[in-house]
């Protein structure tokens, strides 16, 4: 099957979603493709957003309107397997033509069996990041025995700024989650303890910083500046880690009932695929590389392939919504010549 | 006979020189040996062991059977050359005997018999002079060759060539002029006098039937000064550059077949060592790091290059995954990874002494029992491994003493590797004497890092070590564990501290054919590749280490295997982290057949 629009958007998450609308209510035509068969992207599977716990449901379901009201053509379960700036293959078979393409299509989560140190897969109550927060959607934290942990380490930069797995990179978004996730868990069991093990705190956002300080003063977490090396399943399904706590020089080791790693943005690896067929420059990380930082963040290196939110970096939700704005403009302004 | 001839000067003067300075320097190396060493060489002196040395440096100086064995074309052009010239001077003093009786000839006279012999001799042997010159013949061949390598090494066997010194250009600049000279200046004697066999008489008649007597009469003498100038140059250079092997390998040969090693500890013995490496450059087409990554002034035959003028710095010294591939096809048999880590030794920090006080009264260990389990820090790295192999002493009724469940000392071999020989020795001190408390019989480890270390240098009377391939092996055939197979075949990649490091080969496999089907790849055992995460490189970086272990994922799956065995953690982690297929250590395979 052969079809005609003016752009493609290239992944349905908030970026792609917010660059079909925008496109839509310009009066151009747009299809957006999803390899999923539900739109939304790695936001569903959040439960809340720094700093301001905004029900992430609400994120989601305000775009998703915005989307049925702008009669976008989506294009759901669908893998794009080519990609130029004027014709997207899918792996139906089915051919669009246009006249420029957005991508949009994020970012993958670190795959934390890698780090086989922490021992995610292989211990009992060690979780990533993104199972906590499904935790947080069902409204129960518990161990696999069903109990409430009364000691939850939280373990920053797995799969970020780690260059034993080729990872140099920093997630940008993974402090500030670690901080509100470590609040809504002492919201949700207040006698238990929270420990955050951490490199350096990235507070960059606004309201970030007052986080981290509410953390602290207000719900008691604790933070340790050291990674953590290794754990070790103790019997009862209670985990011993090893770390070192940096600011006072000393070895620790410390029992706990729940390791939760705050997994970081890998770039897909279709990445490469994509720079492969078309010509986009990668960054050494494997995301895409944006024509200019400053004053075109959302060109690329071939004219009429434009992108949006994490394609490029970790971004924050915000940020991505914001480009996606910015690409879809960029993408009619190239179309209109 | 008169031997007087200003242009032999050149050549005496250049021999001279190098004798004194070969004499001068082996006397020095000798001289200083360590007692331990010159013990060894009373012993081995009057032993077969001689005996058999004069048949390998007949075999590896003058033959050069192992460079054979490596490449036809590379090994034709050192033994033609090595051979030949050897040949030359045999036979040269056997037509000296035949021509002149026992009077006495000195040593330029046998050199350069043609010359003061061709005017007086009245009567040929042409036996000789074939011999002579077939002899020629070979060594030019080789000297041709050697031009071909300099611009296509390929075409004589190696993909990439050694980058000389200033040194071994100059000589190797005479050297090549050398014989060629020779051909010309044997010519032209015997154009004018006849005689020659059939390369040097029929160039000869030759010269004589198209150039004009005169002609010939006066390039006689600038020919023989040039063939004795180049000789003699040769020889003065000779000493300081790489051709000094020629003869180093010789003692060489010797004094490692009376056992004489390098040791951690630098000694007189490497200079021997050092200076035997002809830098022929094989180990540099055997080295991953020029192979995958491209970096080409760190492997071996630069090491003892940079080494042995004093030039050495410590980015190449630390530049090596210490695998051994290059060891294992040196032609010349030199310890390269020992004289690697006893340098590493004297360019390493020097730590505070207060470093290990954390020694003082640590045991962790857990359990009881005559076997005792070091499972190593990678393995604690890797939980997966460690839990399989308490599941299969499980399985095997084994009553285990942990030596390092709740940690450890370290086994010393990562600290021996980048250098620190002292704190490694403390630490093997340490482990030593906490084996021992625990009386255990048998020591098994899961790390082939621990092993080796383990192996060659724990004084561990009364246990026997075991790698756990080889503990799992021995279970199995004595039937305490059985094994289901699973329909899934798996390539074994063999890690370098237990392939070439220990010389364990044959248990891993045979564990894996009996839970699986073992499949090989072309590049296996002794030649197996290294996988990139060796804890002996401390500059690569490891975005590199990764793109090794991709290139030896993709050689693995070469053989159609499904997925990848391994035993060693280390392995282990660094090929699953560049493949999608699963890499397992075999005690994980192990302990998912068991019944």
Redesign the interface.
């Known amino acids: 099957m052969i079809m005609q629009t003016d752009v493609v958007v290239v992944g349905g998450g908030v970026a792609g979603i917010k660059a079909a609308c925008e496109l839509c209510q310009a009066g151009s035509k747009c299809v957006l493709v999803e390899r999923d068969s539900v739109l939304g992207g790695k936001l569903r599977g959040w439960h809340k957003l720094f700093p301001s716990f905004t029900s992430s449901s609400d994120v989601i379901e305000e775009l998703l309107n915005e989307l049925k009201q702008s009669n976008v053509e989506c294009l759901l379960g669908s893998e794009v397997v080519y990609i130029s700036s004027t014709l997207c293959r899918l792996a139906s078979g089915t051919e669009i033509q246009c006249r420029a393409v957005i991508l949009a299509t994020g970012y993958n989560l670190f795959d934390a069996r890698?780090k086989?140190?922490y021992?995610y897969g292989?211990?009992d109550n060690v979780i990533t990041s993104v199972d906590l927060e499904r935790m947080f959607h069902t409204g129960t934290i518990s161990t696999l025995s069903g109990a409430a942990p009364e000691k939850v380490a939280i373990l920053h930069c797995v799969g970020s700024r780690d260059?034993?797995?080729?990872q140099r990179h920093c997630s940008k978004v993974c402090c500030i989650t670690a901080v509100k996730q470590a609040i809504e868990i002492k919201k949700m069991l207040p006698n238990s303890e929270v420990f955050n093990f951490y490199m350096d705190m990235r507070m960059f956002g606004p309201g970030y910083e007052e986080l981290y300080l509410t953390a602290q003063k207000q719900y008691n977490v604790h933070f340790i500046r050291g990674r953590i090396s290794?754990a070790?399943?103790l019997p009862k399904g209670r985990l011993q880690i090893?770390a070192e706590d940096t600011l006072t020089a000393r070895p620790l080791i410390m029992s706990v009932d729940m390791l939760v790693l705050m997994v970081g943005m890998k770039a897909p690896k279709q990445n490469a695929l994509f720079a492969l067929a078309t010509g986009l420059e990668l960054q050494p990380s494997g995301f895409i590389s944006s024509k200019d930082l400053f004053l075109e963040a959302v060109l690329t290196s071939v004219p009429g392939i434009f992108v949006a939110g994490t394609v490029t970096a970790p971004k924050t939700i915000g940020e991505s919504i914001s480009e996606a704005t910015m690409a879809s403009r960029a993408a009619l302004k190239f179309i209109e010549g | 006979m008169i031997y007087l001839a200003p242009f032999t000067y050149p050549f005496i003067i250049g021999a001279a020189f190098m004798f004194l300075i070969v004499v001068w320097k082996y006397a020095m190396w000798f001289i200083d040996l360590p007692k331990e060493d010159v013990q060894k060489i009373k012993k081995g002196i009057f032993s077969k062991a001689t005996l058999y040395s004069v048949w390998e440096i007949f075999r590896e100086s003058l033959l050069h059977v192992r460079i054979f064995k490596r490449s036809l074309p590379l090994g034709y052009m050192h033994c033609s050359l090595a051979l030949g010239w050897f040949m030359l001077i045999v036979v040269g003093w056997i037509e000296t005997i035949v021509y002149l009786g026992n009077s006495f000839v000195p040593l330029y006279g046998h050199v350069f018999f043609r010359f003061f012999a061709a005017p007086v001799l009245t009567e040929h042997f042409w036996i000789l002079d074939f011999l002579m010159d077939f002899f020629l013949l070979i060594v030019l061949s080789g000297v041709f060759l050697a031009w071909i390598k300099r611009f296509s090494s390929r075409l004589v066997g190696i993909r990439r060539t050694t980058k000389h010194v200033l040194t071994d250009r100059l000589a190797m600049s005479f050297l090549w002029f050398v014989f060629p000279l020779r051909l010309l200046s044997e010519t032209v004697t015997a154009s004018i006098y006849g005689g020659g066999g059939f390369l040097t008489g029929s160039l000869g008649e030759l010269f004589a039937a198209f150039l004009p007597s005169q002609l010939l009469s006066s390039l006689l003498m600038p020919f023989w000064w040039c063939y004795s100038i180049s000789l003699g140059g040769f020889f003065c250079f000779m000493p300081f550059s790489r051709y000094m092997h020629i003869f180093t390998e010789i003692p060489l040969i010797l004094l490692r077949n009376w056992t004489l090693r390098p040791t951690l500890d630098e000694k007189s013995y490497d200079k021997f060592e050092i200076q035997a490496c002809s830098r022929c450059g094989i180990c540099i087409d055997e080295c991953q790091l020029q192979k995958v990554l491209g970096i080409e002034n760190v492997q071996s035959v630069y090491f003892l290059r940079d080494k042995r003028y004093h030039m050495l710095r410590l980015a190449t010294a630390q530049n090596c995954l210490m695998c051994g591939r290059c060891q294992q096809v040196c032609p010349v048999g030199i310890n390269l990874n020992t004289l690697r880590l006893s340098t590493r030794a004297i360019m390493r920090n020097i730590p505070s002494e207060q470093r290990y006080n954390y020694f003082n009264g640590i045991d962790r260990s857990c359990g009881e029992g005559r076997v005792g389990y070091f499972a190593g820090c990678m393995t604690h790295l890797t939980p997966k491994i460690k839990i399989s192999m308490e599941k299969i002493f499980k399985a095997a009724g084994e009553d285990v003493w942990y030596a390092d469940s709740e940690g450890s000392v370290c086994c010393g071999r990562p600290l021996m590797l980048s250098g620190e020989t002292d704190a490694a020795r403390k630490m093997i001190k340490f482990n030593e004497e906490l084996f021992r408390k625990h009386k255990i019989t048998t020591l098994v480890t899961s790390c082939p890092i621990c092993f080796r270390v383990f192996t060659e240098q724990y004084n561990l009377e009364g246990i026997t070590v075991l790698h756990h391939t080889q503990y799992i092996a021995s279970i199995l055939r004595s039937g305490r564990i059985a094994l289901s197979p699973e329909e899934c075949s798996y390539v074994y990649h063999d890690p370098c501290e237990l392939g070439r490091g220990c010389g364990v080969y044959d248990e891993p496999r045979e564990v894996i054919s009996r839970a699986a089907n073992l499949m090989e790849c072309s590049q296996n055992r002794e030649h197996a590749l290294c996988c990139g995460g060796s804890l002996s490189n401390f500059v690569i970086d490891d975005f590199q280490q990764q793109k090794i272990a991709s290139s030896v994922v993709e050689h693995l799956l070469l053989s159609g295997a499904e997925r990848i065995a391994t035993a060693c953690p280390l392995c282990r982690k660094t090929l699953s982290r560049a493949t999608e297929r699963r890499v397992m250590d075999i005690a994980e395979i192990v302990s998912e057949r068991l019944t």
């Not at chain 1, 260059?163 to 080729?166: G, S, T």
């Open positions: 890698i086989e140190e021992g292989i211990y260059e034993k797995v080729c290794e070790a399943q090893k």
